[in-house]
């Protein structure tokens, strides 16, 4: 079929804008493939450790498949033991039960030594009845709660870090329930988290605004020293600025000496290893990512306005409520959640400065991964934190739009 | 299809984590991994160079963070980047199971009556002993403590307590301090009741103790006096004297245990392994070790080549009459089973006031 003269043009039109759109998208192919292969792809494959769980059915197959098809309910048959003495038997010679029993042991704790120690006696059944061998080995065997937790850790996939990670845990009929508590922690650091990036929060705005107010409406030389001031700091290495805080906060460091010779105090104060270390200590860490974008706006807003508000009779805090701050809100939404999601991953400074109550979740995530090389719950909680991060984008929306439609609107 | 994705997932990770890890690794040197620091260079001088110098193999060295991280990417990447590795008896055992070490053949290294029994398993060749001791400021405290139980004596020492942050080693501490005989410990342990003991006594000093993280935390706070009484491994204590501070320490009740050298399962310089490893177990140059740091020796001709007043400072002898063995089986099935369960209850504990 021949297209007439018109949509000729129009195919052409097209063809041109499809090659044009295909260029632009070779210039930032770079930035997609980069996004790719160091943001989407750790993410992804940090989801997929949380919930891959393939240890017992690669070591122990056979006891992996019965037991999901057993239903849990009373101790299972003898081809379940038949094949639990098995793949133990060759998995205890050839070294690959371990990981098996590793996973086993998340479930119940001792489950581990449990299935190594049967390996090291399990030539001692030299044949059927099983049960009754394996029983004979170690009692536990008839124990379905045992067997119950091989049903659960018997894959491809499993909830149990996830569930774990918010201090849940899933019963053997399917149910989910609270996990008994002296093992519910996570939710508790998580808003312990919450708690501390809100108070450096809070008072990196106190300290903040005003700083940023001053650089921006100081003159050239003024505010030239104070931006130097404030990045100086920001291009020492986080490390250092923390041990540095701690040489100043100890005990017999710097500031007790002063405050104990200048006679403001009579004992030094405890400023170190408590909340008061980390709340300082994180405060001058982030403090330049608010200044520095609310300075950046802060510029921008004609000092005319403000007078000409006076002109018309504004008090000084009416005008600054009504002409100056919404002006800045952009900045300061800005400036807020840079320093409320940095502070939510920090680590390193409340390990060193902070007391034991002080950790966040970032410290269960190190114990995890560096320690018990336990990566699905190292996973699991980096989601959690990845998650609380994500709800707080809509907030960051929320502050910005408002401020743009005050300086349009 | 299962196995590519979890392959592909599992590059993703370790590369951001860890950076790129050289594609040529069969091409590269023997290398051997320990501790790190101060603890490495010591062990440089007196062992790695003088092997290279000898056997004239060349090689290389790396830091092992301790844990078990390093060894699962191994695992799971099949890179194995080390020949060698210094580490602790739960890692070890764990490794052993799990295979990630060679099962030695140990006529190619020393026999195994020439060393201290615990010193000889499977997988590990022990190189030193290392032990947590009691230890104070004596510039500073009034009445020196001489046991164990003084570290619960409030009265007489009402200061701040330093003790590691994690539920090993302070368990089995407190059931000694509530009279639990050192041999016993693990057996009391292995039951609900007795950690439950364990945290009560805990609960007792709980108000007075900094926790600390860092191996080097708590001499620095002994020497600036943030702490009156703290827990700190002998070789720390050492080093500190080394430097003119006048700490103290006690070993009654001390926590002792043996770092082992082991060969990974899969590694191309293995014959190189075994060749430096008994080349590290001889007797003269570990006696030279405990000169550049306070470990005693594993061989047993070791501690007789060692000058009696150095001897005295080291986790040989008669200082662990009253002590505590923390790498025996018993030990290492109790801490690879309850590591994590103890140690979440901890993190629930230690942040409760």
Not at chain 2, 98 to 122: C, H, Q
């Amino acid at each position: 079929m021949t297209a007439p003269a018109g949509s000729n043009l129009e195919v052409k039109l097209r063809r041109a804008q499809r090659r044009r759109s295909f260029t632009s998208f070779l210039l930032v192919a770079p930035l997609l493939l980069f996004i790719l292969v160091v943001f989407a792809g750790p993410i992804l494959s940090l989801l997929y450790f949380s919930i891959d769980d393939p240890k017992l059915a690669e070591v122990m197959p056979r006891t992996a498949k019965i037991v999901t098809a057993w239903d849990g309910a009373e101790l299972p048959g003898e081809d379940a033991y038949a094949a639990v003495v098995e793949e133990i038997r060759t998995g205890y010679a050839n070294r690959t039960v371990a990981a098996a029993a590793m996973r086993l042991n998340y479930e119940i704790s001792g489950f581990r030594s449990m299935v190594m120690r049967t390996g090291r006696k399990i030539r001692r059944i030299t044949g059927p009845p099983y049960r009754d061998a394996l029983i004979g080995l170690d009692e536990r065997w008839g124990d379905i709660t045992y067997w119950r937790a091989i049903k659960a850790s018997a894959g491809p996939y499993t909830t149990r870090y996830l569930l774990a990670a918010v201090d849940l845990e899933r019963r053997w009929d399917g149910s989910v329930a609270k996990a008994p508590p002296e093992r519910t922690i996570y939710v508790e650091y998580l808003q312990r988290t919450f708690w501390i990036s809100f108070w450096v929060l809070a008072c990196c705005i106190l300290i903040g605004y005003p700083m940023a107010y001053l650089i921006a409406t100081s003159g050239r030389r003024t505010s030239r020293i104070l931006l130097a001031l404030v990045l100086l700091p920001f291009w020492t290495s986080l490390l250092v600025r923390t041990a540095a805080w701690v040489v100043l906060l100890q005990n017999k460091g710097i500031v007790n000496d002063f405050l104990l010779l200048a006679g403001i105090v009579d004992e030094p104060l405890t400023l170190i290893f408590n909340r008061t270390g980390v709340y300082i200590a994180m405060v001058h860490i982030l403090l330049p990512f608010l200044v520095l974008p609310l300075y950046a706006v802060m510029r921008n807003v004609p000092p005319d306005q403000l007078r000409a508000a006076a002109s018309l009779g504004a008090r000084p805090v009416a005008a600054f409520l009504s002409v100056y701050l919404p002006q800045t809100l952009p900045g300061l939404g800005a400036g807020c959640i840079l320093v409320f999601i940095l502070s939510l991953g920090f680590y390193i400074t409340p390990a060193l400065i902070g007391g034991a109550s002080d950790q966040m979740l970032s410290y269960l995530i190190a114990e995890f991964a560096t320690r018990t090389g336990n990566w699905g719950m190292a996973s699991a909680i980096a989601i959690l934190l990845l998650l609380s991060v994500a709800a707080l984008y809509p907030v960051y929306r929320g502050l910005v739009r408002g401020g743009t439609g005050f300086r349009f609107g | 299809m299962r196995i590519i994705t979890r392959k592909v997932s599992m590059l993703f990770a370790v590369a951001a984590a860890l950076g790129l890890v050289s594609a040529a690794a069969d091409a590269r040197d023997f290398t051997i991994a320990s501790w790190g620091g101060t603890y490495q260079e010591a062990q440089r001088n007196v062992y790695f160079t003088p092997f290279g110098e000898t056997s004239g193999t060349a090689f290389l060295e790396d830091v092992y963070l301790g844990g078990w991280a390093q060894f699962q990417a191994m695992q799971d990447t099949g890179q194995i980047p080390w020949d060698v590795v210094q580490l602790e008896t739960s890692e070890l055992v764990r490794g052993c199971e799990e295979g990630v070490f060679v099962k030695l053949d140990w006529s190619r290294i020393v026999p195994t009556g020439d060393l201290l029994p615990d010193a000889v398993t499977d997988c590990g060749v022990g190189t030193i002993v290392w032990s947590v001791v009691i230890a104070y400021n004596a510039d500073t405290i009034g009445t020196a403590p001489a046991s164990l139980a003084d570290f619960w004596d409030t009265k007489t020492w009402p200061g701040k307590r330093g003790m590691r942050n994690g539920p090993k080693l302070n368990l089995e501490y407190a059931l000694m301090a509530d009279g639990v005989a050192p041999a016993d410990v693990y057996a009391v342990l292995n039951t609900p009741e007795g950690v439950d003991r364990a945290f009560a006594k805990l609960d007792e000093v709980k108000p007075l103790v900094q926790w600390w993280e860092a191996g080097a935390q708590a001499p620095e706070w002994l020497a600036a006096g943030d702490v009156e009484l703290s827990v700190a491994y002998n070789g720390r204590i050492s080093n500190a004297q080394k430097d003119g501070k006048n700490l103290q320490m006690i070993w009654d009740g001390t926590i002792y245990a043996i770092d082992s050298w082991a060969i990974v399962e899969g590694a191309p310089h293995q014959d190189a392994g075994y060749d430096f490893i008994r080349f590290a177990t001889d007797p003269g140059r570990q006696a030279a070790f405990t000169k550049a740091y306070a470990y005693g020796p594993t061989h047993n001709d070791g501690i007789g080549m060692v000058e009696p007043e150095r001897a005295m400072i080291l986790p040989a002898g008669d200082n662990l009459a009253t002590g505590l063995f923390g790498g025996s089986q018993d030990a290492i099935d109790f801490w690879v089973d309850y590591q994590e369960e103890l140690t979440e209850r901890w993190n629930r504990w230690v942040a409760q006031n």
